[in-house]
């Protein structure tokens, strides 16, 4: 069996990782999918977390929002409507969004208005939680 | 006749002139290629997104049981009595017919569409001042409003074509779809210039909702290039070194279209039919993208021929100028040396 699987990164802007991977982290709707090579055919909904891979030793970690995975036994790809380098992570912007969107929950009236809040805490979460693991 | 130091003034003042207009020329050039690269960028997503929803209407099971129909609030089609009629204009102007077209081809569309309520959203700054000149700016209308059928401008984003990101479409589609979903506009139209290259440009009006067919972009109506626009964009881009046919995509293009749809048995970790319907919205986020991404495409490859155009009637005009100064110099000698030797005669 193969020892390495392609795994693509895409957003809607652009193509952000090509490379080949020993082993990766996404972070699956119903909970984090962990992908060796050979894995079997899967399709999921991905939801806000960090997405990581491991390469030629080297672990990778991405903070991403919403998207959706293929994963095939070589051949992994996620399509994530936004994702950023752990290092690129801009730490304030996503402390100020968490406490903006902790205010709405708070004013929020209808269903809707609250599944909004929750999903961008959750995103704003996942970039503080990835930007701190990365530091640690 | 004008005397030489009058001319020589005006060929300074024209050759300003051209060397102004020869730098917007090259600048819309290298922006255009930047523009095309990042619509070139923007595709793989794109296609995988749209090959992913087609494998899924495929699948049994996203059909209700019931009727065999696909439900989702987005495929809903109601009766068009509320339009929403995006506009998608430049900021900026010195693009030639650009900004006008589009807009005469969204007065058109509002022609078609009277006696219906229509909603315009209007981006960019250009589009947004003529439309606020000709209608009302009004709040979005409720379902159950009782204000009477108009033309409103109800929305409006200006200055934010220079950096296009993805988060401005997908805010943009996300209000759109609550609309929708609530049933305060039956349909959805965006106006805009499209372009897939220097050559291969059309105006369109698509119906973005209800989605019609998933990987066809329902088009309303499209307006070609005429022969002369062509030709005038190619001289233009040959000149500034753009290229005239897009980047050849087939590769890329094959690999995306099998996303999602490779023949074997997929582990789905959630119902096909959840996934379609946390998918769908995304569609039109996406679609609503590439059309401002093409759309600034097409604004810099219109100015690049504008400017174009320009440089070479400025260097026309230059070239006449010289003329008329050097018959104007040489009348002055002759009329000298006549007068020199009549007066010599005279003596």
Known sequence: ?136 | MANVLDIRRRIRSVTNTRQITRAMKMVSAARLRRAQERALAARPYAQMLTSVLKSLVSRAEIYDPASGELLHPLLVRRPEQNVLLVVITGDKGLAGAFNANILKAAMRFLEAKSGKNVEIEAIGRKGRDFLRRRFKTADPRGADSTAPVATTLVGEQVGVLNRIEYPLASELAERIIRRYTHAEIDAVYLVFNEFKSVIAQRLVVEQLLPVEQIGAPAIAEATEMRLEEKKRAIEAARGAGVALRPADTREADARAAAFAAAPVDYIYEQPPAVLFRALLPKYLSIQIFHALLESVAAEHAARMTAMESATNNASEMIDALTLAMNRARQAKITKEIIEIVSGAAAL
């Open chain 1, 1 to 136: 069996m193969a020892e390495t699987f392609q795994l693509e990164i895409v957003t809607p802007e652009k193509l952000v990782v090509r490379d080949s991977a020993e082993e990766a982290q996404i972070p699956g709707r119903n909970g984090y999918l962990g992908v060796l090579p050979g894995h079997a055919p899967l399709i999921t909904e991905l939801g806000a977390g960090e997405i990581s891979y491991r390469s030629g030793g080297q672990l990778h970690r991405f903070a991403m929002a919403w998207g959706f995975a293929e994963v095939l036994p070589d051949h992994v790809t996620v399509l994530a409507e936004t994702v950023e380098r752990a290092d690129e992570i801009d730490l304030a912007r996503a402390q100020r969004s968490l406490a903006e969107a902790e205010e709405s929950l708070k004013s929020a009236r209808t269903e809707e208005d609250v599944s909004e809040a929750a999903g961008k805490i959750e995103r704003a979460q996942a970039r503080l939680d990835v930007s701190q693991r990365q530091q640690s």
